[in-house]
């Protein structure tokens, strides 16, 4: 079972491109927007992409101490899902079938860019911040509730199944990454 802890945003990844569709491609356009309020996020372009990036240590920590039997930890950085493809285990392909909706700053960003889906779930973290995979649906219950003690919100967004190599599927978006490269699925 594939669990999702949400992003608190853009994180550090992708800054540059959301930058860039944002404020401005030049210095002086981003001085000008960066205090822009923006309807859509309830704030200024500029705060939004200041949002601290979530830590989750402490609630790896505590799914640690509690025993709470947890195969794989997976930050989503840079690469965004396609670093579910770096657990150790071959032969497996993490079908994700309940895809948070995004958050508004990557529909902004998506519509403003004019960015396709691959290359937004490959550059940003799309609202999940952590990926959490344990054996069933009982043990992903108890995971969220001790991540939840420590403000992070938790959901189950897919399975493992069988499958060649290693890759990530998202069915509803017709994505797949196969190690680094996200595209749409032939």
């Given amino acids: ?88 285990a071959d032969g497996i392909q993490f079908v994700l079938d309940h895809i948070p909706e995004p958050l508004p700053v990557f529909r902004l960003i998506q519509e403003r860019g004019e960015v396709n889906d691959a290359e937004m779930f490959e550059v940003f973290n799309m609202g999940i911040g952590f990926v959490l995979v344990v054996d069933d649906l009982k043990t992903a219950e108890t995971a969220i509730t001790i991540c939840e003690k420590f403000n992070h919100r938790g959901s189950v967004i897919g399975r493992i199944e069988a499958g060649e190599g290693k890759s990530v599927v998202v069915p509803s978006k017709n994505l797949q990454a196969i190690g680094s490269t996200i595209s749409t699925l032939p």
């Fill in 1 to 88: 079972v594939v669990v999702a802890l949400e992003s608190s945003g853009v994180h550090s990844n992708g800054l540059t491109l959301a930058r860039r569709v944002l404020l401005g491609a030049t210095p002086e356009e981003q001085k000008a927007n960066v205090g822009k309020m923006e309807p859509a996020l309830g704030r200024t372009l500029g705060d939004e992409l200041l949002a601290p990036t979530e830590i989750y240590v402490q609630a790896m920590l505590a799914l640690q101490e509690s025993g709470v039997p947890v195969r794989a930890m997976i930050n989503i950085t840079g690469g965004g899902i396609s670093n579910l493809n770096r657990v150790s």
